[in-house]
């Protein structure tokens, strides 16, 4: 089976906001996340991803629980380790939800959910999660400790964090993607899902799709920005097709 599509659609959000943050009770609030989730569905998502932060800076508690209640696939919430976000979680019911830093202490140095020094901060809310048949993923830099830790944590599942592969060119994005691949075979071996996602779009996704055991891809703004030019269902089926290729 090809590597499967979850869309990210904070930034479509982040147009609204951009003109009715301070407005939200306008007639004309666009663009609609929700319809901009519907369309990937229709473009061949498998999942709609939408982060729920702590500053609301995009997507707002009402897209959430619209979201739940209208896609037809699944969602991923993507949320930092924060009392009042969990407890949104809990009753917003996802089928999965993506830990993610949610300040700057809790980050790794190439900017994944440090799960090595966070651990036991991060176990109450797995284990809530878990008790309330939410699948958990963790945001991890490709490092074996940040994987050893997942193990321990016990988590199903892992996204490994391809910003630095993004980042990087020449000899810099072969090691980026040597590291991935490693991690890849760690988090498999281990029995936990392999995800990726951050900063991916059209033209460097290729490399990324040999990695081993691959499940999902979580990509937002790269389709975003090609949904200016051809909508969002058109983006979705484009990136679909390179995943299939
Ligand atoms: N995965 C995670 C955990 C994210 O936080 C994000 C958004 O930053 C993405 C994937 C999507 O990243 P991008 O918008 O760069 O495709």
Redesign the pocket.
């Known amino acids: 089976m090809s590597v499967q599509l979850g869309v990210?659609i904070?930034h479509v959000a982040t147009v609204r906001q951009a003109r009715y943050e301070r407005n939200s009770g306008s007639i004309n609030v666009e663009p609609d996340p929700l319809d901009a989730a519907l369309a990937a569905e229709r473009g061949g998502a498998v999942g709609i991803?939408a982060?729920l932060r702590q500053d609301r800076r995009h997507i707002i508690d009402d897209d959430i629980f619209r979201l739940k209640d209208a896609i037809s696939t699944k969602l991923n919430l993507?949320m930092g380790n924060t009392p009042e976000i969990v407890e949104i979680a809990l009753r917003v019911l996802p089928a999965d939800v993506?830990l993610?830093p949610e300040s700057r202490e809790e980050v790794t140095t190439e900017g994944g959910l440090d799960c090595v020094t966070f651990g036991a901060s991060l176990e109450p809310t797995i284990t809530a999660m878990r008790e309330a048949g939410i699948r958990v993923s963790l945001?991890i830099d490709p490092e074996p400790n940040q994987i050893e830790a997942a193990r321990s944590l016990g988590v199903p599942v892992v996204?490994l964090h391809t910003g630095a592969y993004a980042e990087a060119t020449g000899p810099a994005r072969e090691r980026e993607l040597a590291r991935l691949y490693e991690a890849a075979c760690l988090a498999s071996e281990a029995g936990i899902q392999v995800n990726a996602?951050?900063?991916?779009n059209y033209t460097n996704i290729a490399p990324i799709l040999t990695l081993p055991k691959l499940v999902e891809l979580?990509?937002?703004?790269?389709i975003v920005s090609r949904a200016v030019f051809v909508g969002i269902e058109q983006a979705t089926r484009e990136m679909v097709a390179l995943l299939r290729s």
């Open positions: 990210n904070d991803t982060h993507e993506c993610v945001f996204e996602g951050h900063g991916l979580n990509i937002g703004h790269s």
